[in-house]
Protein backbone atom coordinates (compact mmCIF):
# COMPACT_ATOMS: atom_id res chain seq x y z
CA UNK A 1 0.00 0.00 0.00
CA UNK A 2 3.07 2.23 0.95
CA UNK A 3 4.73 1.61 -2.38
CA UNK A 4 1.26 2.46 -4.58
CA UNK A 5 1.40 5.88 -2.73
CA UNK A 6 5.03 6.34 -3.12
CA UNK A 7 4.61 5.69 -6.97
CA UNK A 8 1.36 7.49 -7.17
CA UNK A 9 3.15 10.72 -4.89
CA UNK A 10 5.79 10.22 -8.12
CA UNK A 11 3.73 10.39 -10.98
CA UNK A 12 1.49 13.13 -9.67
CA UNK A 13 4.85 15.16 -9.21
CA UNK A 14 6.20 14.37 -12.60
CA UNK A 15 3.08 15.38 -14.37
CA UNK A 16 2.65 18.38 -12.56
CA UNK A 17 6.74 19.51 -13.28
CA UNK A 18 5.83 18.53 -16.46
CA UNK A 19 2.90 20.75 -17.63
CA UNK A 20 4.96 23.43 -15.46
CA UNK A 21 8.01 23.19 -17.59
CA UNK A 22 5.77 23.07 -20.88
CA UNK A 23 4.12 26.31 -19.65
CA UNK A 24 7.08 28.27 -19.04
CA UNK A 25 8.63 27.24 -21.89
CA UNK A 26 5.70 28.27 -24.05
CA UNK A 27 3.39 31.22 -22.27
CA UNK A 28 5.79 32.52 -19.67
CA UNK A 29 7.90 35.57 -20.47
CA UNK A 30 6.66 35.79 -24.30
CA UNK A 31 5.90 39.52 -24.79
CA UNK A 32 3.82 40.77 -27.96
CA UNK A 33 6.08 43.43 -29.94
CA UNK A 34 5.77 45.99 -32.61
CA UNK A 35 6.65 47.07 -35.28
CA UNK A 36 8.71 51.04 -34.77
CA UNK A 37 7.25 53.33 -36.76
CA UNK A 38 9.21 55.02 -40.01
CA UNK A 39 11.42 57.22 -39.60
CA UNK A 40 11.46 60.27 -41.08
CA UNK A 41 14.25 60.72 -43.55
CA UNK A 42 17.01 63.52 -43.49
CA UNK A 43 16.24 66.22 -45.79
CA UNK A 44 18.53 68.90 -46.43
CA UNK A 45 17.84 72.66 -46.41
CA UNK A 46 18.37 74.18 -49.75
CA UNK A 47 21.04 76.38 -50.47
CA UNK A 48 21.04 79.82 -51.44
CA UNK A 49 21.71 80.14 -55.09
CA UNK A 50 22.33 83.94 -54.59
CA UNK A 51 22.51 86.76 -51.44
CA UNK A 52 20.25 89.61 -51.13
CA UNK A 53 21.82 93.06 -51.80
CA UNK A 54 20.92 96.62 -51.11
CA UNK A 55 18.91 98.58 -54.26
CA UNK A 56 21.32 99.75 -56.93
CA UNK A 57 24.05 96.71 -55.81
CA UNK A 58 24.23 93.79 -58.21
CA UNK A 59 23.12 90.56 -57.14
CA UNK A 60 26.11 87.71 -57.09
CA UNK A 61 26.21 83.78 -57.02
CA UNK A 62 26.34 82.79 -53.21
CA UNK A 63 30.09 81.29 -54.23
CA UNK A 64 31.02 84.78 -54.91
CA UNK A 65 29.06 86.84 -53.12
CA UNK A 66 31.85 88.28 -50.45
CA UNK A 67 34.50 88.33 -53.75
CA UNK A 68 34.82 91.77 -55.63
CA UNK A 69 31.26 93.07 -54.73
CA UNK A 70 31.01 96.92 -55.71
CA UNK A 71 30.40 99.28 -52.75
CA UNK A 72 27.12 100.40 -51.95
CA UNK A 73 25.98 103.50 -52.87
CA UNK A 74 26.13 106.05 -50.51
CA UNK A 75 28.97 104.37 -48.19
CA UNK A 76 32.06 106.01 -47.74
CA UNK A 77 33.58 103.63 -49.95
CA UNK A 78 31.57 104.76 -53.09
CA UNK A 79 32.87 107.13 -55.77
CA UNK A 80 32.08 110.58 -55.36
CA UNK A 81 31.00 110.11 -51.40
CA UNK A 82 32.68 112.77 -50.70
CA UNK A 83 31.36 115.15 -52.90
CA UNK A 84 28.00 114.09 -52.30
CA UNK A 85 29.45 114.91 -48.38
CA UNK A 86 30.06 118.43 -49.59
CA UNK A 87 27.16 118.95 -51.39
CA UNK A 88 25.11 118.00 -48.24
CA UNK A 89 26.88 120.90 -46.04
CA UNK A 90 24.69 123.38 -48.31
CA UNK A 91 21.83 122.64 -46.17
CA UNK A 92 23.09 124.64 -43.12
CA UNK A 93 23.02 127.89 -45.00
CA UNK A 94 19.31 127.55 -45.64
CA UNK A 95 16.65 129.71 -43.85
CA UNK A 96 15.79 127.72 -40.99
CA UNK A 97 11.63 127.10 -42.09
CA UNK A 98 12.89 125.43 -45.10
CA UNK A 99 14.97 122.55 -42.81
CA UNK A 100 13.40 119.79 -41.77
CA UNK A 101 15.40 117.56 -39.54
CA UNK A 102 15.63 114.57 -40.59
CA UNK A 103 13.86 111.52 -39.32
CA UNK A 104 15.14 109.20 -36.69
CA UNK A 105 14.59 105.77 -37.70
CA UNK A 106 15.63 102.35 -35.84
CA UNK A 107 16.81 99.47 -36.99
CA UNK A 108 14.09 96.39 -36.94
CA UNK A 109 16.82 94.49 -35.39
CA UNK A 110 16.57 97.16 -32.51
CA UNK A 111 12.44 97.01 -32.47
CA UNK A 112 11.79 93.52 -32.58
CA UNK A 113 12.69 92.35 -28.89
CA UNK A 114 10.28 95.55 -27.56
CA UNK A 115 7.55 94.38 -29.76
CA UNK A 116 8.03 90.83 -28.73
CA UNK A 117 8.30 92.14 -24.86
CA UNK A 118 5.06 93.97 -25.18
CA UNK A 119 3.11 90.92 -26.97
CA UNK A 120 4.63 88.15 -23.77
CA UNK A 121 4.95 90.75 -21.11
CA UNK A 122 8.62 90.05 -20.25
CA UNK A 123 11.28 92.32 -19.77
CA UNK A 124 13.88 92.39 -23.24
CA UNK A 125 17.10 90.67 -22.93
CA UNK A 126 19.89 92.56 -22.51
CA UNK A 127 23.01 92.28 -25.12
CA UNK A 128 24.74 90.77 -22.94
CA UNK A 129 22.66 87.66 -22.80
CA UNK A 130 22.49 84.39 -24.62
CA UNK A 131 20.01 84.30 -27.02
CA UNK A 132 20.91 81.10 -29.29
CA UNK A 133 17.85 79.11 -28.46
CA UNK A 134 18.22 75.42 -27.67
CA UNK A 135 18.03 73.35 -30.58
CA UNK A 136 15.69 69.88 -30.11
CA UNK A 137 17.16 66.46 -31.21
CA UNK A 138 15.40 65.35 -34.00
CA UNK A 139 13.42 62.34 -34.11
CA UNK A 140 15.32 60.55 -36.90
CA UNK A 141 18.43 60.48 -34.60
CA UNK A 142 16.58 58.64 -31.93
CA UNK A 143 16.56 54.92 -32.55
CA UNK A 144 13.40 54.39 -31.54
CA UNK A 145 13.90 50.06 -32.08
CA UNK A 146 15.57 50.11 -29.19
CA UNK A 147 12.91 50.93 -27.01
CA UNK A 148 10.62 48.35 -25.09
CA UNK A 149 8.39 46.50 -27.34
CA UNK A 150 9.58 47.79 -31.03
CA UNK A 151 11.23 46.14 -33.49
CA UNK A 152 12.83 47.37 -36.50
CA UNK A 153 12.76 44.76 -39.42
CA UNK A 154 15.62 45.03 -41.80
CA UNK A 155 17.70 43.65 -44.33
CA UNK A 156 21.41 43.85 -45.29
CA UNK A 157 22.18 45.21 -48.50
CA UNK A 158 24.66 43.33 -51.05
CA UNK A 159 26.55 46.39 -51.92
CA UNK A 160 27.88 47.24 -48.36
CA UNK A 161 26.72 44.89 -46.39
CA UNK A 162 24.95 47.39 -44.06
CA UNK A 163 21.26 46.81 -43.31
CA UNK A 164 18.61 49.22 -43.78
CA UNK A 165 14.57 49.04 -43.10
CA UNK A 166 12.14 47.27 -45.46
CA UNK A 167 8.87 47.72 -46.04
CA UNK A 168 6.65 45.56 -43.92
CA UNK A 169 2.88 45.43 -43.43
CA UNK A 170 0.13 43.73 -40.64
CA UNK A 171 3.66 43.02 -38.51
CA UNK A 172 3.16 40.51 -35.55
CA UNK A 173 5.58 40.00 -33.54
CA UNK A 174 6.83 38.23 -29.91
CA UNK A 175 10.05 38.02 -27.76
CA UNK A 176 11.17 36.73 -24.12
CA UNK A 177 14.29 38.53 -22.63
CA UNK A 178 14.95 35.01 -21.10
CA UNK A 179 16.85 34.03 -24.62
CA UNK A 180 17.95 36.04 -28.11
CA UNK A 181 16.20 33.36 -29.68
CA UNK A 182 12.60 33.67 -28.60
CA UNK A 183 11.94 36.00 -31.16
CA UNK A 184 9.63 34.94 -33.69
CA UNK A 185 7.49 37.84 -36.42
CA UNK A 186 4.84 37.57 -39.02
CA UNK A 187 4.50 40.25 -41.78
CA UNK A 188 3.91 40.81 -44.95
CA UNK A 189 7.04 42.12 -47.89
CA UNK A 190 6.46 45.34 -49.78
CA UNK A 191 8.58 43.80 -52.02
CA UNK A 192 8.55 40.92 -54.93
CA UNK A 193 11.51 38.38 -54.08
CA UNK A 194 12.68 39.34 -57.52
CA UNK A 195 13.67 43.00 -56.46
CA UNK A 196 14.92 41.53 -53.04
CA UNK A 197 17.04 39.24 -54.56
CA UNK A 198 19.28 41.74 -56.75
CA UNK A 199 19.47 44.04 -53.66
CA UNK A 200 19.85 42.29 -50.07
CA UNK A 201 22.26 39.05 -48.95
CA UNK A 202 20.52 35.54 -49.33
CA UNK A 203 21.22 33.56 -46.22
CA UNK A 204 22.35 30.27 -46.51
CA UNK A 205 21.46 27.09 -44.38
CA UNK A 206 18.14 29.12 -42.73
CA UNK A 207 16.35 26.95 -40.55
CA UNK A 208 12.91 28.50 -39.01
CA UNK A 209 12.69 27.70 -35.16
CA UNK A 210 9.41 26.21 -33.48
CA UNK A 211 7.42 29.08 -32.44
CA UNK A 212 5.00 28.50 -29.57
CA UNK A 213 1.65 26.88 -30.64
CA UNK A 214 -0.77 29.89 -29.63
CA UNK A 215 1.42 32.46 -31.83
CA UNK A 216 -0.37 30.91 -35.10
CA UNK A 217 0.62 32.88 -37.44
CA UNK A 218 4.49 31.27 -37.70
CA UNK A 219 4.42 27.46 -38.75
CA UNK A 220 8.54 26.59 -38.99
CA UNK A 221 7.51 23.83 -40.59
CA UNK A 222 5.87 25.01 -43.27
CA UNK A 223 8.96 27.77 -43.17
CA UNK A 224 11.07 25.02 -43.85
CA UNK A 225 9.69 23.16 -46.57
CA UNK A 226 8.87 26.48 -48.76
CA UNK A 227 12.81 27.12 -48.23
CA UNK A 228 13.82 23.26 -49.54
CA UNK A 229 10.96 23.58 -52.41
CA UNK A 230 11.69 27.14 -53.65
CA UNK A 231 8.69 28.68 -52.56
CA UNK A 232 10.33 30.76 -49.83
CA UNK A 233 14.23 32.83 -50.32
CA UNK A 234 15.61 33.52 -47.13
CA UNK A 235 17.29 36.96 -46.15
CA UNK A 236 19.86 37.95 -43.56
CA UNK A 237 18.66 40.70 -41.78
CA UNK A 238 20.95 42.03 -39.50
CA UNK A 239 23.99 39.80 -38.72
CA UNK A 240 24.76 39.39 -34.79
CA UNK A 241 22.29 41.28 -33.79
CA UNK A 242 23.23 39.65 -30.49
CA UNK A 243 26.14 38.40 -29.62
CA UNK A 244 26.61 34.60 -32.10
CA UNK A 245 22.85 35.53 -33.47
CA UNK A 246 21.32 36.64 -37.01
CA UNK A 247 18.20 37.51 -37.67
CA UNK A 248 16.66 35.59 -40.65
CA UNK A 249 13.91 37.04 -43.12
CA UNK A 250 11.99 34.38 -45.02
CA UNK A 251 9.77 36.07 -48.03
CA UNK A 252 7.27 33.65 -49.53
CA UNK A 253 6.08 34.06 -52.97
CA UNK A 254 2.63 35.03 -51.96
CA UNK A 255 4.15 38.03 -49.79
CA UNK A 256 4.24 36.56 -46.68
CA UNK A 257 7.08 37.09 -44.59
CA UNK A 258 8.57 35.33 -41.16
CA UNK A 259 11.15 36.83 -38.80
CA UNK A 260 13.44 34.86 -36.42
CA UNK A 261 16.74 34.63 -34.83
CA UNK A 262 19.08 31.43 -35.59
CA UNK A 263 22.99 31.00 -33.90
CA UNK A 264 25.16 31.39 -36.71
CA UNK A 265 28.81 29.70 -36.61
CA UNK A 266 30.38 31.89 -34.27
CA UNK A 267 27.36 31.43 -32.28
CA UNK A 268 27.58 28.00 -32.39
CA UNK A 269 30.87 27.63 -31.33
CA UNK A 270 30.88 30.17 -28.06
CA UNK A 271 27.71 27.91 -26.96
CA UNK A 272 28.74 24.39 -27.61
CA UNK A 273 32.35 25.43 -26.00
CA UNK A 274 35.03 24.71 -28.94
CA UNK A 275 37.38 27.21 -30.03
CA UNK A 276 35.60 30.45 -32.06
CA UNK A 277 36.46 29.80 -35.72
CA UNK A 278 38.50 32.66 -37.36
CA UNK A 279 37.13 36.03 -37.78
CA UNK A 280 34.95 35.83 -34.71
CA UNK A 281 34.71 38.50 -32.29
CA UNK A 282 35.79 37.53 -28.66
CA UNK A 283 32.97 36.16 -26.46
CA UNK A 284 31.09 38.91 -24.24
CA UNK A 285 32.10 37.93 -20.35
CA UNK A 286 28.42 37.46 -18.71
Given amino acids: MKGKVLIGGLLGFAVIF ?33 VAAPVGQAVLPADTADVGQPPVPGSLDAPGATDSAALDTSVTDRPAAET ?111 APAWFSCYRHREIADALDTGGAVAFLGEANIHYGVDRVIAVFDDGRAFAWHQLNQCGQAAFSGVDLPEGCPPKPER
Avoid: H
Wanted: net charge negative; glycine share 4%; proline share 13%.
Fill in 100 to 210: TPPETTTPATDAAPDAEAAIDGATPASPDAATTPAIATPDSDIDIASLPGLVSIRLTRVMDNMPEPMLAEAFEGIDAPTSPLKFKACFRAGNSIPMLTETYVIYDDATPLK
Fill in 18 to 50: GAALWYFQTYAYYERVQLAPPQAPQVEAAQPVA
